[in-house]
């Protein structure tokens, strides 16, 4: 069982309003992750980060932000939510194993589905 | 396009029987291709991470194979279970720093 959480679970919000999604992990891995998946398609990548202070955009474009301030906490936000914005949101962690972003098992928090009306 | 392709899209089988999913990628230059469970609204949860120098690899029930030579990697799952109906997704590492490539997965639905 990965040690990965994010909250919340579900969110139904209206057009125009602020919204974070929280991802933690107790696990202490350095690189961590932001997958966006539509029902029945592929997982993309939005943010990433190889730790502390860093955050880099992912290969699907997106308005979403992210911060890394602490190496547990990758936490994702939306300053102004779209009915466009609603998808599932995938957060994930692995350990640092040499050889670029891709080394190293992915570990996946449940998601945070987001709805925006 | 994309490079990972899974077939097929989905497949109902009984409990008890034997199955086989397929992934085809164009990715290349190939670090290491993975398996990857994932059950209805969870996230998913890593079967199995094979390098382009291994061309089996098991996990309990589940067996992975991969022929680098024609770029294709299949899973095959032996006495399903109820608990095994989830989408399967192959996904595809390049060397370096480019973002794997996930596979739009394979839907399967064990019945009793």
């Known amino acids: 069982e990965a040690d990965i959480y994010q909250t919340p679970r579900y969110l139904v919000i209206g057009t125009g309003k602020k919204i974070t999604l929280e991802c933690s992990q107790t696990m202490g891995h350095d690189k961590m992750y932001w997958y966006q998946q539509d029902p029945g398609m592929e997982l993309h990548l939005i943010h990433y980060?190889?730790?502390?202070?860093?955050?880099e955009k992912g290969d699907l474009s997106s308005e979403s932000t992210v911060s890394r301030i602490r190496t547990e906490h990758f936490p994702l936000t939306l300053e102004s939510a779209r009915p466009s914005h609603t998808s599932q949101y995938l957060c994930?962690?692995?350990?640092?194993?040499?050889?670029?972003?891709?080394?190293?098992?992915?570990?996946f928090g449940e998601g945070s589905r987001l709805t925006v009306l | 396009k994309n490079q990972v392709e899974q077939s097929p899209q989905s497949l109902i089988i009984l409990e008890g029987k034997n199955c086989t999913l397929q992934c085809n990628y164009t990715v290349s230059p190939f670090s290491n291709l993975r398996w990857y469970k994932q059950d209805t609204g969870r996230g998913p949860v890593s079967l199995t991470i094979m390098t382009f120098s291994e061309n089996t690899k098991s996990n309990g029930r589940y067996t992975a194979t991969l022929d680098a030579d024609t770029k294709q990697s299949s899973l095959h799952i032996t006495a399903s279970q109820l608990s095994d109906s989830a989408s399967y997704i192959c996904v595809v590492s390049f060397s370096g720093n480019t973002p794997l490539v996930f596979g739009k997965g394979t839907r399967l639905s064990v019945i009793a």
């Open positions: 994930a962690s692995s350990e640092f194993v040499a050889g670029g972003l891709n080394t190293g098992e992915l570990f």
């Open positions: 980060s190889y730790g502390v202070n860093s955050t």
